[in-house]
């Protein structure tokens, strides 16, 4: 069973999914902070791979991505920083990122590579539906790849039951039309929570975007199976100099 399936049928509820940069803050902490996470309560690690146009996310990312190249990352490196992961590392692994450093690599030689290296899932947000449905989806299943989509307020419910079809492992439901480590309120968007759970879709359900303490954390978990944290994490490691640290401070603060 793919690890993040396992995930969801062990803990249902109140799933923590971290997103962290691949290469940030040093070129070399990819595996450290892996391993704080997992220890101190993140149930998911989203590794997000550096690229100069992150067109999804906000300010506090797009600089971790610029870091992060600037240190020299990029995927070849991630996959061989991967290599040694699984032999301490248990939770579900996700790769986040953009289709053009992916196109670049080759992606079937992609998949190969991030399945040989223990990664359960993939999140590409332009990937075109059709482009996926019509040309890739066997790959992906070929590589025991699970592939999200994404869907925010204004999607209509005839495409959030296509998308929840074509997606695997999970629906990532963005809390709004913005980018990543918005300031926006997700406590007005209960609604749009309520409507997600009420269709009974076939995927759990991750809440993403504008989650970055308990209250936001508990406040999406109401209606759905858990979040994602990803900008107010980043935040946390900048000018850090122990990672560790700032990861336990960082989750009990969104746990505790």
């Known amino acids: 069973m793919n690890r993040i399936d396992r ?41 997000g791979m550096p690229y100069s146009d992150p067109l999804a996310d906000g300010p506090v990312i797009q600089q971790s991505n610029m870091t992060a190249l600037e240190n020299g990352m990029s995927i070849p ?3 061989r920083q991967l290599q040694t992961t699984r032999e301490s590392i248990n939770i579900p692994i996700i790769l986040m990122g953009y289709m053009n450093p992916v196109l670049r690599f080759g992606l079937e030689r992609f998949c190969e ?8 899932g993939i999140i590409l947000p332009d990937l075109p539906m059709y482009e996926f449905e ?27 039951k296509k998308i929840d079809a074509l997606s695997s492992g999970f ?3 963005v ?3 913005s980018t990543t480590g918005n300031s926006r309120s997700i406590e007005g968007q209960e609604g749009y929570f309520k409507k997600l759970e ?22 999406a978990c109401q209606h759905t199976n858990g979040a994602i944290i990803g ?13 560790d640290v700032s990861t336990k401070e960082f989750l009990n603060g969104v746990l505790g």
């Open 134 to 160: 019509t040309e890739y989806r066997q790959l992906f299943e070929k590589h025991n790849l699970k592939l999200t989509f994404l869907v925010t307020p204004e999607t209509s419910e005839e495409r959030i």
């Open 113 to 120: 590579a991030a399945e040989k290296v223990g990664v359960d």
């Open 231 to 243: 900008s107010a994490y980043i935040k946390a490691l900048q000018n850090s100099g122990a990672v």
């Open 175 to 177: 809390s709004s039309s």
């Open 7 to 47: 995930q969801f049928k062990e803990k249902q509820h109140n799933i923590l999914n971290v997103y962290c940069t691949a290469g940030y803050p040093r070129l070399n902490s990819t595996t450290e902070v892996l391993a704080s996470l997992e220890k101190h309560g993140a149930d998911i690690v989203e590794i």
């Open 198 to 219: 009420a269709m009974e879709l076939k995927n759990p359900i991750l809440v993403g975007f504008g989650i970055k303490d308990k209250a936001t954390f508990q406040a």
């Open 171 to 173: 629906l990532y439901a």
């Open 77 to 79: 490196l991630l996959f």
